[in-house]
């Protein structure tokens, strides 16, 4: 009699290398499987009729802004304790909205004038008696006492925008262009991007030849780019970012909802679902999302100078009183 063998030891069911092949297959399959119909319920970027934008909005030369990095999150993009309805409802629900202009009148009567400055030199006390609101024929100064230098065909296109807008600003060649991403295939033909920059920004910008100054009007992917003229408003760069900031409502005064975004982050969700999810479906004027540095809001872009309290209306003033 032999020797018994080691494979005689050895159940059959392992025996045949082509059986185990298949069952860790399988095993791995299902696992993956399982992995993503969990993650997804929770994943922002959520698969819809209308497909988002999978190419490249804009293509920028290696050493632009390479310096000029973005802040950093902690949080996953698919982690986000905040409910994006499906793109297809949100795209009709915006768009029927911002079709029935009855409920967007604005509520506000703005000053205007032929200041010094563009705030309208009122002290502070001045302006704060203007914050209790009661009576709606009264006008409240919110700056443009001195005209907001822009070309005339920018302004055209920003009272045009008569839906959702998306603003963003850099001064003094302080950040990079940042193009959004995850936008859904309609979104580009129905919300409007602006990106204000100053004389140094722009003519960064030329010297990138990401646009040329020989035209009238300048777009970079998903912006369309304003050139503010800084030597007619205020010395402080800063002080000349803060008013498409805060200014939103009067810049665009046709558009129902707004987005501001600091030029250091990155717009990562359509801002359709942004507006529908912080703003629509909870019925306030207004959202601020948790910057790590600085606040951004989106809202109503009748409410962005004022906030709602026992059905009066407050007009917001600037740190330095001076803005609006």
């Known amino acids: 009699m032999g020797k018994p063998t080691t494979s005689a030891k050895t159940p059959l069911l392992f025996q045949s290398k082509l059986l185990c092949f298949s069952l860790f297959y399988l095993f791995i399959t299902l696992f993956l499987a399982l992995h993503k119909s969990l993650s997804s319920k929770h994943c922002i970027f959520k698969s819809s009729p209308f497909h988002p934008i999978q190419t490249s909005l804009f293509s920028y030369p290696p050493s632009y802004g390479q310096h000029k990095y973005a802040l950093s999150t902690q949080r996953s993009s698919c982690s986000s304790p905040v409910f994006f309805s499906d793109y ?54 919110c700056g443009f006492f001195k005209k907001f230098p822009i070309s005339n065909s920018d302004k055209i296109a920003m009272e045009t925008c008569n839906g959702v807008v998306v603003v963003s600003a850099i001064f003094n060649s302080h950040d990079k262009i940042r193009q959004p991403r995850g936008l859904g295939s309609k979104t580009l033909e129905t919300v409007c991007f602006f ?5 140094g920004t722009f003519e960064g910008l030329e010297d990138y030849q990401l646009i040329s100054g020989k035209s009238q009007e300048y777009k970079i992917g998903a912006w369309r780019i304003v050139k503010v003229s800084s030597k007619n408003l205020y010395e402080n760069p800063a002080m000349n970012g803060v008013i498409p900031k805060y200014l939103v409502h009067r810049l665009f005064p046709n558009s129902k909802f707004s987005i501001w975004i600091d030029a250091k982050l990155q717009l ?29 809001y989106c809202g109503r872009s009748n409410g962005n100078c004022k906030v709602e309290e026992m059905g009066r209306y407050r007009c917001i003033a600037g740190a330095n009183g001076d803005i609006l």
Do not use: W
């Open 88 to 141: 297809r409802v949100v795209f009709e629900n915006i768009r029927d909205l911002c079709g029935n202009s009855s409920g967007f009148s604005p509520v506000l009567k703005y000053m205007q004038g032929n200041a010094d400055s563009f705030g309208g030199n009122f002290n502070t006390q001045k302006r704060i008696s203007y914050f209790d609101h009661v009576n709606d024929s009264v006008e409240i100064p």
């Open 195 to 199: 990106m204000f920059v100053d004389d």
């Open 268 to 296: 990562t969700v359509d801002p359709l679902l942004l507006i529908h999810s912080l703003v629509v479906s909870k019925n306030v004027d207004m959202a601020i999302s948790k910057h790590p540095f600085f606040n951004s």
